[in-house]
């Protein structure tokens, strides 16, 4: 159930005619009362002698009664009261006593108070009702209205539970404005899948992905389409910007104009320019201009390793510092999906929308710890798109498999702090990116699944005993896993390289947690070849030069140790 407090005005009349007319696009369908501050007001809906004149002269009264001067200049409280689109048809009597505890909690009309503010509250719909109220008590004092949105909140969540509806996760005020009902009927009118408002907000975002200026940013955005219009100070300096899409007319035909800020609170120009600065602060090139451009593979290598390093950042909860790698995982998403193949796009792109609402809180990120995390999707960025097949394909997929621990830390890291939305966001998002996992590692876990099912069996039966002295309560699991076969792999490479592979599965496993991998060894191949700096694709590579390596090497022999990744399965004839 989702309450909204509208702003206030100064027409009684006015919203009276909006909540009994046929709404903008007809969509308004028998328009009645279910309740009033008095059981005899006369419904204009249903009783063909009222008025909405008459309603709006008993709302008044209490208004009209006082001194000219004394009388508010905004009297006219709105509230619209939905419910979730999964939750049943509600009877007109139970809209009514979700109304009556909607006014007494937020201050309109506090029960057992006789001289409360007179209200009525209209039904139009199957699935919402409005409330308005006049803000003079019938004493003639002003009603007590403090915190009158998270009241309204708080009771929604009683409703949810005494009437068996959908649980909603109270807002904290920090995420993005919902279109409006006049933008989603335009977007339908228009034959759009989404707002303008919407649209927009997906665009600036990706547009500030690793952006480092001004000039930058508004670059990218008149790049990306969008129609642009700034605002300057006499010295010259950017004050602020807005956005408005080439299609998108008011009835004059005039393009519908967004300031950053009313398409999320972190992209209003002050908030973008707390990133920058960071950056310059770290001696960043001022410019906006880009590195020497790295490959799609390397890009998609270093994002693993920022979010490697980010994960244990957020898991430790530092506060404004996990927030500020918590936001920038945002611009990474979203460069990953920008720069992403066919066969993972879709999902890389729902999972970077669900995770902005997880982006922001009110503990405000910490900028300038995060630069690694924001070169890292600069680099996305300015790398180009993957191929989706051999090295490419294979570091998108670890690049994504250490994404969904950053954004699953994140989960916790919300939870831990209280914010019921952003954590709810951060798991779906977390949903994404593991089919996302599934498209993108396909291709490369076949390939080093072939290559250990050829390995032969005195070097499996050894790596077999080596897991299992190893990670002894997780030996059985790995070795009963399709994935067996690809990490037995990675292990003969980590060996060739002159690493210990021991070594480098204690630490793949003691740093990240493992319980919400589908298969450990899928999350401990990646985490290998990420430690040991191997090649993350190895679908041309020929097994023999490592058999013959290992196979010359002592059984126990001692290797120089590094870092690693992680994969898995088993064959039944080496246990």
């Not at 328009?31 to 006369?42: I, S």
């Not at 035909?253 to 398409?263: I, K, N, Q, T």
């Not at 090295?391 to 621990?405: N, R, S, V, Y």
Request: glycine share 8%.
């Amino acid at each position: 159930m989702i309450p909204r407090v509208h702003k206030r005005g100064s027409r009684t009349i006015g919203l009276l005619a909006y909540l009994y007319g046929p709404g903008t696009h007809e969509e308004h369908t028998d328009p009645h009362l279910v309740a009033a501050w008095d059981g005899f007001v006369p419904d204009p809906g249903r009783d063909p002698q009222a008025t909405l004149k008459q309603l709006q002269q008993l709302l008044d009264q209490p208004v009209d009664a006082l001194a000219a001067s004394r009388r508010p200049a905004k009297h006219v409280w709105h509230l619209s009261v939905r419910a979730a689109p999964e939750d049943p048809v509600l009877t007109d009597e139970q809209w009514a006593q979700i109304a009556r505890r909607m006014v007494a909690a937020t201050g309109i009309a506090p029960a057992d108070d006789d001289a409360g503010c007179r209200w009525a509250a209209v039904r139009h719909a199957d699935d919402h009702i409005h409330i308005i109220a006049t803000l003079v008590r019938e004493d003639g004092r002003k009603p007590r209205l403090h915190n009158d949105a998270k009241r309204s909140q708080a009771e929604a969540r009683l409703v949810e539970a005494e009437y068996g509806l959908k649980q909603l996760n109270t807002g904290d005020g920090t995420a993005a404005q919902r279109p409006t009902s006049a933008e989603r009927h335009k977007a339908q009118r228009q034959g759009r899948a989404r707002t303008a408002r919407e649209e927009l907000r997906e665009t600036v975002r990706q547009a500030v992905t690793g952006a480092r200026s001004e000039a930058e940013l508004l670059g990218r955005l008149a790049a990306a389409g969008l129609l642009i219009r700034t605002r300057a100070a006499p010295s010259g300096d950017l004050l602020g910007y807005k956005v408005a899409l080439p299609d998108d007319r008011n009835k004059d035909g005039e393009p519908v104009f967004y300031p950053g800020a009313r398409l999320a609170p972190d992209l209003s120009l002050p908030r973008i320019r707390e990133r920058w600065s960071a950056d310059h602060s770290a001696q960043t090139p001022p410019t906006g201009a880009p590195r020497a451009a790295s490959s799609p593979s390397a890009a998609r290598r270093q994002t693993a390793s920022a979010t490697w390093a980010a994960i244990t950042i957020i898991e430790q909860g530092r506060g404004a510092v996990a927030a500020a790698y918590i936001a920038s995982a945002g611009e990474v998403l979203d460069a990953l999906a920008k720069t992403s193949a066919a066969h993972t796009r879709r999902d890389l792109r729902a999972a970077a929308a669900a995770y902005e609402r997880a982006s922001r809180s009110h503990i405000r990120a910490e900028r300038g710890h995060d630069r690694a995390l924001r070169q890292a999707a600069r680099d996305l960025v300015h790398g180009g798109p993957a191929l989706g097949r051999g090295e490419d394909g294979a570091t998108t997929a670890m690049a994504i498999d250490m994404l969904f621990f950053l954004v699953t830390a994140a989960v916790h890291w919300h939870a831990k702090n209280g914010h019921a939305q952003q954590a709810a966001a951060a798991l779906q998002a977390a949903e994404h990116l593991r089919s996302a996992y599934r498209a993108a590692a396909a291709q490369p876990l076949t390939a080093l699944y072939q290559r250990g099912r050829r390995l032969n069996r005195p070097l499996l039966q050894r790596q077999t005993a080596m897991l299992r002295g190893t990670l002894p309560e997780l030996a059985e699991k790995i070795l009963a896993e399709p994935g067996w076969y690809a990490l037995a792999t990675t292990i003969a490479d980590a060996e060739a390289a002159g690493h210990d592979p021991a070594t480098l599965l204690s630490d793949a496993v003691e740093r990240r947690e493992l319980d919400t991998a589908d298969s450990v060894s899928d999350v401990l191949v990646w985490r290998l070849r990420h430690l040991a700096d191997l090649p993350a694709d190895t679908s041309g590579a020929s097994e023999h030069g490592t058999v013959e390596k290992l196979s010359a090497m002592r059984p126990g022999a001692s290797h120089p140790t590094s870092p690693g990744r992680h994969r898995g399965e088993e064959a039944g004839n080496t246990r």
